[in-house]
């Protein structure tokens, strides 16, 4: 008789005990599935926000830009915003000539980025590298970047930032972005 109703009362302390931790477990995992729900940008917000990209991406600021850096950008990097069909390309690597083979790899491009100061102050500066533009993204946290320079140069090496825990940060991608823009273009994979 002393054991069953030992028996019991760890039933009736720790039972009560048990079944709290367990509602909690489940409220928690609802309310987070009630957040990341509600958090959810709705059709209109995600329409607004592309619109917005897509306003500072075919309006672009070079000379609020280069005031902000104190130095001037190479003038085919202008002239690729100038070309507003090109600008607006998305979704596609590029993959350099003569590199064909297992080793070889595609530099994946998502968007570019607007060519204004708001971009300059969220996207990635190097202090090593010094003064310069990411110009596209490769939407997993790595850009493509381009040097400014006290005298405005036609060219500049195209570097990959990459930010996405890649071996390839701070490789040059291309000697210049005129051969960069103009390697074959593939689907993205």
């Not at 367990?22 to 959810?40: D, H, N």
């Not at 280069?66 to 002239?79: A, G």
Request: hydrophobic letters at 40%.
């Amino acid at each position: 008789m002393y054991h069953q109703t030992v028996d019991k009362l760890l039933l009736f302390v720790f039972g009560p005990l048990v079944f709290a931790a367990a509602l909690l477990v489940f409220a928690t995992g609802i309310r987070r599935t009630i957040e990341r729900f509600r958090s959810r940008p709705t059709p209109h917000e995600l329409k607004a926000t592309y619109d917005t990209y897509l306003r500072r991406l075919l309006n672009p600021q070079p000379d609020a830009v280069e005031r902000e850096l104190d130095k001037l950008l190479p003038e085919r990097l202008l002239r690729l915003y100038e070309d507003k069909a090109a600008i607006q390309s998305a979704g596609f690597q590029l993959e350099k000539p003569g590199k064909r083979g297992w080793w070889s790899k595609p530099w994946q491009v998502y968007c570019f980025e607007p060519l204004d100061v708001e971009s300059l102050n969220e996207l990635p500066y190097e202090e090593e590298l010094g003064p310069g533009f990411c110009f596209a993204t490769t939407g997993r946290g790595s850009w493509y970047w381009i040097a400014a320079s006290d005298q405005r140069v036609a060219d500049s090496p195209v570097l990959f930032l990459d930010y996405d825990g890649g071996s390839s940060h701070g490789q040059v991608v291309a000697e210049s972005l005129e051969e960069f823009l103009n390697w074959p273009r593939l689907p993205m994979k």
